[in-house]
């Protein structure tokens, strides 16, 4: 009964996951299995029932991604878990494709970013963890890092964070917005 309450109005109720789910995230054109941010919400209902929800975002802890939904309805992030500091989420284990190439989770650390990704727009540290922030024409990359510079997490948004002026004073960026491509 509780079940009905809380999740009453949540899109994935009805979903279905398959068994033999394979992830693959492709960070140059976020997208999810072929569903793109701005796609439908519904065409991620090979998701299936999600686990949880947090700050917005449905999770998928066993599989190590986050969706958010914007009020249009359509998917407006995409979150890849590969270490979870609160041990909920399992590490991501699909696959993650940058340019037609396959990219390896050890290959995203602080050190390798600028290899794969050219210059960072935005670095953020703070006693956590740090932030590299890659602003895109459509969309916004952030990859979280540990303090060692191993990968925590990616976050692929429409929604660009250091968009909004008083982010930007947050994290005390002092370059122009929006950033020249």
Known sequence: ???????????????????????????????INGVALGDSFAQLSFLGRNDDVQCGALCYHELGVGVDRAKDGTLDAISVVFEDSSDRSRPFAGTLLWKDGRLEPSQLTQDNLRNLFGDWYWLDED???????????????????????????????????????????AYGVEKQWPPVY
């Open 1 to 31: 009964m509780f079940d009905f309450i809380l999740r009453r109005g949540n899109p994935t109720n009805r979903w279905q996951r398959a068994s033999d789910l394979a992830l693959t995230v492709v960070l140059d054109a976020p997208a």
């Open 127 to 169: 006693e956590d963890e740090r932030i590299a922030f890659y602003e895109y024409p459509d969309y916004e990359m952030q990859i979280e890092l540990s303090l060692i510079g191993s990968v925590k997490r990616v976050i692929l948004t429409r929604a660009p964070l250091l968009s909004d002026p008083w982010q930007r004073e």
